[in-house]
Each structure stands twice: as C-alpha cells, then as structure tokens.
DNA sequence: TTAGGGTTAG
C-alpha cells in the first residue's frame, strides 16, 4: 500500500508540508516528498519508529499547521486518539473550519467527554447556537457519558430562549454544579440575556466564591438591559472590594456611558485604561471609539483610532461611523478609503455606514456602486439592516423611484422598512404616497407601528393638512404611552401647527419634555407660519429664560417667522446674538432669511447691500428672496440684476422663471414676460401648476387652476359667480395686476375666478353647513387678489377662511387677515 | 487539554 492512501482525506500537498516538517525537525531520514510518498506501510511502520511523534505534533499545533497535525495523527494511526482528535477538533474551530472540525469529530469511535465538549464549544465559537445545543443533547441522550464542569458554560451560552436557559439551569442543579463560578457566571448572563436581572442578581448574590469573570458577567448584565446606574453602581462595589476592573470590564461599561452621556464617567474610565496599559486591548480601544464617537467627540476618537497597533474591522467601521454619525462624510470617506488600503474587507456594517455616507455626499453614483455590492455579497436575502439602509441611502438623494423598488423587492420587512419609506417620500414632499405607503403597512399585522413610525406619517399628515387623520394618529400615540416623547410630541405641535390648530400647538408644547430645543423650534415656527412674529420672539426670549440652548434651527425659524411680520430690527437682533453668544455661524439658510426679511419690507438696497457683504458665495435662496422682493416692490431693475446672479447659481429652478415674467407682467411689461418664457422654455423647464386642496369628510379634493373637470365644477362656478357679484357690492375691486396674460379685461376677471384656492374656498361653501369653518392648502403662495377676495368672503358668509400656502397661514375672518395683508 | 464575562447597527 502507498503511504499517501493510508491518508484518503488528506491532500498530498498536506503531505508534503508535513514532510518539510519532518525535514526541519531532522527525525525522518527520507530524501524527498516523492520518496516519501513512494514508501510502503511496512517502510512506514519502519519510519516511524524513528519519529518523535509527539515533538512533531506540538510543532505543528505551535505552528498553526491544523492539516499537517491532522495528517500526522492519520499517518501515524492515532486518529482514535481522543486527546489527539479532540485537539485538532479544537484547532479547525480556531481556523474557522467547523466542517473539518466535525469531520474528525464524526470520525472518532469511542468519544469522551472532552471530545463531546470540544465540538460543542467549536459550534459556540462560531455562533451555530443551535448546532451546539444539539451536539449537547445528543451527547447528554446517547453517550451515557456524565458532562463535567466545562460542559456547561458553552452550552448555557448556546441557549436561544428561557426555556432552553431554564432547562439546562435544572440540569446544572441537578448534578451540582451551580456553584462553579464559570457555571454560575454563564448563568447569571443568560438570565440578563433575556432580560429576567433580577434573577441574575439573585443567582449572582448567592454565588459563595466570585472572580473578576463573575461581576464582569453581572456588570455586563445590567449593560445589555440599558441598567445604566446599576451598571456602574456595581462596577464601583467592584473596586471596594479590591477587584480590578479588566478589558472586559471596560468595555462592557463604555457603551453605557456613552448611552447615558455620562462624559466623565467615560473619561475617567479612559484614564484608568491608561493607566493599567488596557488601551491596547482591542476591545477596549474600540469600545473608546465608539464612546467617543457618541460623545461627538471625533478628536480623541481619532486620536483612539489613531494609536491602536492592532486594528480589525470593529475598529474602522466604528471610526467610520463615527465621522458619518456627527455629519462629517467627507472624512468618513476618508477613512473607508484608508480601510481598503489596508486591505481590509468592508463588512455588512461598513456598508450601513457607507450607504449613510453616500446619501449625506448626495453622490447618485456611488450610490449604484453600494447597491450593487450588497446585491453581489447577496446580504439583501439574510440582514433586513442593509436593505433599510439602502431604501434610506435612495430616498435621501432623492431618488424615490430605486427606493421603492429595494423597498418592494425586500424579501423580509420590519417596522424600521416601513418607516425608511414613509419618512423617505415625506421628506422630499411626496405627502400622499407616504400615506399611501402608511395605509398599505397597516394591512400587515404583524407590523406593529412604533415611534418611527408616528415621526415619519405626521409630518405627512400636516403637509397636505390633514388634520383628522393627524388627530387619528394623536389618539394612537395616547394608546401607545408615547405622548410624552419629545420628537413624537413635536411632530404632533407641528401638525396642529400646520393645521391651523394653533391653540392645540400651543397645550401640546406645555405638556411635552421641553430640555431641549426641539419643541421649541416647531413652537417657534408655528407661531411664524400664523404670522405672529411678536409671539414667536416673545418664546424665544422664554427658551433662553429657560436655558435651552438653541440651534441653528430655532434661528432660522425666528428669523423668517420676523421677516413674514416686518419685525426687521428684532431679526437683527436674532441674527447677531446668533454668533456672538452662541457661537453658531450664519448659514445661507440665515442669510436668506435676512435677505427676505429686508425684501419684504421694502429694504431692497438694504437686501442687496447685505448679498454683497456675505462672506460666504451667496446662493439661490438669496437672489430668489431678493427677487421675489422686487416682485411684491415691482422693481424692475435690480430684479433684472438678481434674476441674472439667480440663474447663474440655480438655471433649473422653474418658480424664479415665473417670478420674473410676474414683475414684468405686473407693469405691463408683456415683451419681458414673452422673453422670460421662451428662456424657461429653451432650457426644458416647465410650469409648476398652481394647485389647491380641501379635505371634506376625509376625501382630498385637488383642484388646479382654471379647472373644468371636478364633477361639481358648474356648482362651483355659479357660486362663485354669485359671490363675486355680491363682494363687489361691499367693495371688492378685482386688481388686474395678478393677472399675468395681456388679454382684456373681461378675460382676465375670468381668470381670476378660476385661481384654484376661489375653486377649493367655493367647494368648501357649496359642501358644508353654513358657518363650518373652511381650511385649504395651497402648493404656491396665494395670490394677492385671491387674499383680497377671501377677506371679502369672511365677511358675506360668515365663515373662517384658512389657508396655508406655501410659506405660511392666512386665517381669514370678519374681512381681516391674520397676515395683517403683510406675506 | 477543554469553559464564563467584552466592542460597531438601519
């Protein structure tokens, strides 16, 4: 017989590395590979007398050669050797091969109880949880083998559920070895697992003898249920009783310190790494990292990251995520291009981060190339993770269309799935498909609606100002006890807001957390939207007597809620504090706002004198708000002038086209308007129509301009008819300016008739009870005779008129406004 | 010769 088939399952080339082996250890005096494996058994047998079997083992374990020593062990006719096949069953697992580890496993007559456990621990090792509780019944059931101390802890580790946990906690009981410490320690973080701590607490208070593994078990406990205090409550009772904290201490703490903010905690721990040299523990620089990360705090993350000797992919995708979680993509990026240098493999959360990055750099190529890297790796079938990620990554460039597609081509969904689209198409106005997509989550069951979900459907609810459903979702919120979380709570104050409920708004604020400056914000601009500036100002003034530090948002809420009262002086007065007390430089968004502001009141040189003095390049929202203040100001010139900076930074914008031909068309200008339009129409662009809706008895009526083809249209135009005609009889005059077409006048107050927001408010009075209060929205700003109209309209049929258009609320009643005619 | 307790997540 050759030598190379008393070794059926091992390749030559295992023998031949074997036999470099034999050369380095000089104790076979065999020429050559072919030599050897040219030998018979009997010169075998002969060889192997003069092998120090046990020599060439150790040196193949201490080499990591698993297939030499497995080799060696056949060759040499061991492979019945418990000891010896239970060593190579541990060395697969240790290289990944659980397959080969269960092979010589299967292979091996006459298993002993250290066999039993070896495999066992190897399905541990490696996550196949249930492989291992099988191993061990079967074990426990056919070998009629008793299991030892070692038997357990892996096994305990192994349990899916508390079924399995409390079975095997019997079994422990019952052959006495509960009070092992590896045993009680497995014990005490398998009931944390499932969330039972107190239990863990007792067994962990029981224990007669403790190490440093059985507080660290305790401790990490009281970690994974979120215990913060007790976490560190007993890390401290820890150290009074002389145990010192280890890697694995710290890094179960870390995270929690980062989870509850607590700054010092997580610094003073870090010193102690410091100190007793643990910050070259893998773990424990990653877990620095990520505690950093929380804390916002990318320069010592970095400088974490930055020291490690030894990195592995936790430590890059934490100093990824760390600078995509603070909104820093670009060095992110960065930091993903080092990672491949390093030539390490992106993994599946690299990827979460990655498509994160991709959406905050607005980047639609690479976004092509994420998707089609988690479709190669085939991820889409196993981590819901990824596909939320990607539907995420989609939606936020804007491109709603592939967002829906992963979205329905996702094989599993969860709530977060169903949320990502929601908040996906509400974020970039798309209001009726994230009900559509709501409507259609409710018919699933097993879907079960949480806070994600309120935070995504609200805010589409009060965009088309839906405010009985947004009412149906306050009711749903009660039930599920989340009235008082604060993003909840002020997506509910914007939605009243935003639906005209401007007293709700307001009791909802008073009764929502209010630390920080998130409600505040929605408060604030609720109070702009109504056009009550002094309000809005009167607030703010109450936050900072609060000591909630606002953001940039609360500027840019109090500055346009000023510009839309005129409250010029107070708005500088915002934008100034702004920097020099809190620190927080002035973005376009701001200087658009004061641009507006300045605009609005007729400041046009001060508007345009405060463009040219901006540090930074100023932006379309500039030149747009300049322009639209030389439309309400009808100034020719230098609207010329910033419609031409306008579409040098902004070309396919079709509204700043519109508001052009409108300053031409206000003075009669009829050739500007022509040359205005065939511009818009040499580039491609198109008007946005102009379009009003009204919701009665929860059914949306859309109504575009000049519309003929709602089935009450007749109705509709006969009443308005009839109102118009009683309007003027109190004053009403129709003001032609409006009217942008040169046509005769008779033409024009006919067009004026047909403005969709008089179509929506006529709809509303044919379709209710006298004196219901009417509310419709309208996707542009309302236009002035329409305002002048539905002042009129208050006063004949004694109703309030409310209608929110695109940059805020008009509430009509007895022939006033509550915009003071100032918008 | 084998065991427990640890870091990243939409």
Known sequence: MKGSRLVPNCKRRHLSKLFSLFQSHRTLHTASVTDYLQVTSDDLENERKGIDFNALFKSCTKLQQVKCAHTLVVVSGRFKDNFLSSKIVNLYSQHGDVSLAWWTFHHLPNKDVYTWNSMAFAYVSHGRFREALGCFNQ?????????????????????????????????????????????????????????????????????????????????????????????????????????????????????????????????????????????????????????????????????????????????????????????????????????????????????????????????????????????????????????????????????????????????????????????????????????????????????????????????????????????????????????????????????YGKCGKLDDAISLFYQVPRKNSVPWNAMISCYGVHGDGEKALELFREMRAERVKPDHITFVSLLSACSHSGLVSDAQWCFNMMEEEYGIKPSLKHYGCMVDLFGRAGELEMAFNFIKKMPIQPDASAWGALLNACRIHGNIELGKHASERLFEVDSENVGYYVLLSNIYANVGKWEGVDDVRSLARDRGLRKNPGWSSIILNNKVDVFYTGNQTHPKCEEIYRELRDLTSKIKTIGYVPDFCFVLQDVEEDEKEHILMGHSERLAIAYGIISTFPKTPIRIFKNLRVCGDCHTVTKFLSIITEREIIVRDSSRFHHFKGGTCSCGDYW
């Open 139 to 495: 074990f426990f059931s056919t070998s009629g083998l008793r299991p030892d101390f070692y038997t357990f802890p892996p096994v305990v580790k192994a349990c899916g559920d508390l079924l399995d946990g409390k079975k095997i906690h019997c079994l422990v009981l019952k052959l006495g070895f509960e009070w092992d410490v590896f045993v009680a320690a497995s014990l005490v973080h398998m009931y944390s697992r499932f969330g039972l701590v107190g239990d863990a607490r007792k067994l962990f208070d029981d224990m007669p003898a403790r190490d440093r593994g059985s507080w660290n078990a305790m401790i990490s406990g009281y970690c994974q249920n979120g215990n913060a205090a007790e976490a560190l409550d007993i890390a401290d009772e820890m150290r009074l009783e002389g145990v010192k904290m280890d890697a694995i201490t710290v890094a179960s703490v870390l995270p929690v310190c980062a989870q509850v903010g607590d700054i010092l905690s997580g610094k003073l721990i870090h010193l102690y790494v410091i100190k007793y040299g643990l910050e070259f523990e893998l773990f424990v620089s990653n877990a620095l990292i990520n505690m950093y990360a929380k804390f916002g705090s990318l320069g010592h993350a970095q400088k974490v990251f930055g020291q490690m000797v030894v990195r592995d992919i936790v430590s890059w995708n934490s100093i990824i995520a760390a600078y995509e979680q603070n909104n820093n993509p670009v060095s992110a990026h960065l930091f993903f291009h080092k990672m491949q240098e390093a030539r390490v493999q992106p993994d599946l959360l690299t990827l979460v981060s990655l498509a994160s990055i991709v959406a905050q750099l607005n980047d639609h190529q690479n976004s092509r190339s994420v998707h089609g890297f988690v479709m190669r790796k085939g991820w889409f079938m196993e981590y819901i993770i990824i596909g939320n990620a990607v539907v995420d990554m989609y939606a936020k460039i804007g491109n709603l269309d592939s967002a829906r597609a992963v979205f329905g081509g996702l094989l599993i969904k969860d709530v977060v799935s169903w949320n990502t689209m929601i908040t996906g198409y509400a974020q970039n106005g798309l209001a009726s498909e994230a009900i559509e997509v709501y409507l259609l989550m409710g018919e699933h069951e097993e879907i079960i609606p949480n806070q994600g979900t309120w935070v995504s459907i609200l805010p589409a609810y009060s965009h088309v100002g839906a405010l009985q459903q947004g009412m149906r979702i306050h009711g749903q919120v009660i039930k599920n006890c989340l009235y008082s979380d604060v993003f909840v709570g002020t997506c509910l104050i914007d939605m």
